[in-house]
Every structure is written in C-alpha cells, then in structure tokens.
C-alpha cells in the first residue's frame, strides 16, 4: 500500500484501538502516533532493498524526486520479484515483534497492545494488496 493509504488506515484503526484499549496519552496524540507507526514501518523497505541491490538508489529515488516518494510510490521497487515482497512482510512482523515486546517491558502493556493493533492492520492491509483484494 501506499503511505497515504497506511495512513488513513492508521488513522482509523488509531482512533478506535485508542477509544477501546485506553493507552497512556489524549486520543489526539494516539491517533498521531498511530499515523506514524503506519507510515514509517515502511522504511524497511529500503534497507531491505540495500541489502539486495547493494547501494541506496531506490531510498535516493524517494528522497529526491518527492513526487515518486509520495505519490508514485509503486515505481521505487518495481525491480523486485516476489522474494522482496515476502522479506518485506517478514520485516514488518520482526521489527513489530521487538516494538511491541519492547513497549510491554519497558512503558505499559495498554501502549505496546495499541501498537500491536495498528501494526497488525498495516501488515493485514499489505497481504490484501499484495493478493490483489486492496
């Protein structure tokens, strides 16, 4: 998906797992966090691509041509097969897992549950996409 799309889905999920399981912090600021989580889990995308192809071009394509890193973000990887898309959702699920469990040890056990939920709906939504249902 793309990050506008993560992050309406932030947004929304945020907003509700932020109304149910009443984490530390104003509603406001979840939601904000939960925008963040979202989008920014995202990243991962790049490093994973470091490693395969050995150099930063695809995070240079973002980064410097703000209208493929924002709007057109469907070109930034088009030279991976379905490989990448497996390394990226596994990703997802290691950097969510060390997140979450980070959070339950350290902050509050409501916090690391509301990132879980948000999490778990960003990568939900990366599996219908990449299924083609999204």
Known sequence: MKSLEHA???AVVGTVAAL???PPGGVPLLVAVAVLVSVFVD????????VE???????RLAVTNPRVGLFEQEKLFTDFGTDFNRKRLLSHHLVGGVAVGGLALS???SLAAFV????YAHVVCDYLRDLGIA
């Open 107 to 109: 902050v509050a056990t």
């Open 43 to 50: 990243l991962d995308h790049f490093v994973i691509a470091r």
């Open 116 to 119: 879980a939920v948000v999490l």
């Open 53 to 59: 192809r050995g150099d930063w071009r695809h995070l």
């Open 8 to 10: 309406v889905v932030g």
């Open 20 to 22: 149910a399981l009443g």
